[in-house]
């Protein structure tokens, strides 16, 4: 099943939404319109290079992404609650979840799991204890003191 | 608290910012050279980060010589070139020369360069990079990491009022505020009447409580230049009838003078709305027009009674 959902995924949403399987899936709250089909996957709105006639700095033939959200956001086929997300602040990418469903990382909470530093929240100190690093591998938050390469 | 910081603070006086221009060799007397040209008549000065995407002397370098040569560096960062960890670093590794000013950006994509054919990285955006860099003032890295001794800094960005969707862009700068920028300089731009509705949505939506707005004119000689940055520069639009006007203005010295009296419209404007803090300033003349318009304007540590009377400048 891990395996058959991502490939599931891919099927249904690549046609639809142009999906990059960044496994952080956040298309309702941005018109869904995906904002890693932005050539800088920008996911905070656009850049500042966007052209007079709405289109792509990059990409002079393609719509700008976030012109494409920021429309369809308003649209009275979405719940309202996802038009109030559109200006939220998301964070930063993580990369390791490439690849992965969005829709296992959604259930599981995986996909909104950011560095504590994200959270505004300091480390007093990292965990001493021998191993944690092997306890939890996708937090190198906790990897102990001395370990970084 | 950085020297920009405090003017902006003490909301004595409008100030005024600039653009240093690309260093690609010479040693630190190049630097020296446009240090000196620029130091009375600024209060702070962008070390660019590989503008437009052309590869110079580095921001962090630029920054730290800057300082060194007596002028407050505002060190640009950009997201195009480096991942997370590195841009982190630079950051560190400036504020240890006491650099501050941090102005964040996304970046002119590689396709605006000379290298098209480079990687693109954006791992983080410009708005995340806004909080990771108050982060580090606040004591910790974004890994959650803590800095014992965490670094001052004053932290912003840039926006573009001009460019769509327009009616997004006060949002957008509402976001990057309340993500941790202290000021925005917008981006250079030709349509007044845009700038005033941003400026004025910014004081509406609170922006400017927390943050001071700061746009940018540009300092032109000719029509062409115009017609370049119309066409060429990504996120900027001039209107027709602005280009021919200066066009139209005679000879070349009528057409130089035309494109400086634009400038000074521009900026007279910009300064008359309530909520901007001041100004930036590009160059693309070098003749002496710099000078020229803070004159005119009567801003900036040379020429701004306030300034002048609070004895906070020799010029």
């Not at chain 2, 005024?16 to 209060?43: C, H, M, W, Y």
Request: hydrophobic fraction near 40%; include cysteine; glycine fraction near 8%.
């Amino acid at each position: 099943m891990p395996k058959l959902l991502p490939l599931l995924e891919d099927v249904v949403k690549k046609p639809v939404w142009d999906c990059r399987m960044c496994g952080q899936c956040v298309l309702h709250s941005t018109g869904m319109t995906c904002p890693m089909t932005c050539p800088k996957t920008l996911r905070n709105g656009p850049c500042g290079g966007v052209r007079e006639d709405g289109h792509c700095e990059v990409i002079p033939e393609m719509r700008c992404v976030w012109v494409k959200a920021e429309e369809r956001s308003h649209s009275p086929v979405n719940p309202r609650h996802w038009e109030e997300e559109f200006n939220d602040l998301r964070p930063p990418v993580d990369n390791r979840l490439k690849g992965t469903s969005s829709w296992i990382n959604l259930v599981t909470g995986r996909d909104r799991r950011t560095p504590a530093g994200w959270q505004g929240v300091a480390r007093e100190r990292f965990s001493t204890v021998p191993g944690a690093s092997m306890v939890e591998v996708d937090e190198p938050t906790t990897l102990p003191e001395g370990f970084h390469s | 608290m950085s020297r920009l910081s405090a003017l902006l603070d003490s909301r004595q006086r409008q100030v005024v910012t600039a653009e240093f221009p690309s260093i690609d060799g010479g040693g630190l007397v190049a630097v020296e050279k446009a240090a000196d040209e620029l130091r009375p008549f600024v209060d702070a000065v962008n070390a660019t980060d590989n503008p437009a995407a052309h590869a110079h002397a580095s921001n962090t370098s630029i920054a730290i010589a800057m300082s060194q040569f007596g002028l407050e560096p505002i060190m640009q960062v950009v997201c195009r070139d480096k991942n997370r960890i590195a841009m982190q670093a630079d950051i560190m590794g400036a504020s240890l020369f006491g650099i501050e000013n941090i102005a964040c950006l996304t970046g002119d994509d590689v396709t605006a360069g000379d290298e098209p054919e480079a990687r693109r990285v954006f791992d983080l955006d410009s708005t995340q990079l806004v909080k990771v860099a108050s982060g580090l003032a606040e004591g910790h890295y974004l890994s959650g990491r803590a800095i014992k001794q965490p670094p001052e800094l004053f932290v912003g960005a840039v926006e573009n009022p001009f460019a769509p969707p327009l009616d997004y862009r006060v949002l957008r700068a509402l976001k990057k505020a309340e993500a941790g920028a202290r000021f925005l300089q917008l981006q250079i731009g030709y349509y007044p009447e845009r700038l005033e509705a941003f400026v004025r949505g910014c004081v509406e939506a609170g922006v400017t409580r927390t943050t001071a707005l700061l746009p940018t004119v540009v300092l032109t000689k000719s029509a062409k230049a115009l017609s370049f940055m119309d066409e060429s520069v990504p996120g900027i639009s001039i209107p027709a009838d602005m280009i021919a006007r200066v066009a139209g203005a005679g000879d070349k010295d009528a057409i130089a003078e035309e494109s400086y009296q634009l400038t000074l419209e521009l900026s007279r404007h910009a300064l008359s709305l309530p909520g901007v803090s001041g100004i930036h300033l590009t160059d693309f003349r070098h003749d002496g027009s710099l000078e020229r318009l803070v004159r005119d304007l009567g801003i900036g540590p040379a020429y701004d009674p306030v300034a002048t009377a609070a004895g906070t400048t020799t010029a």
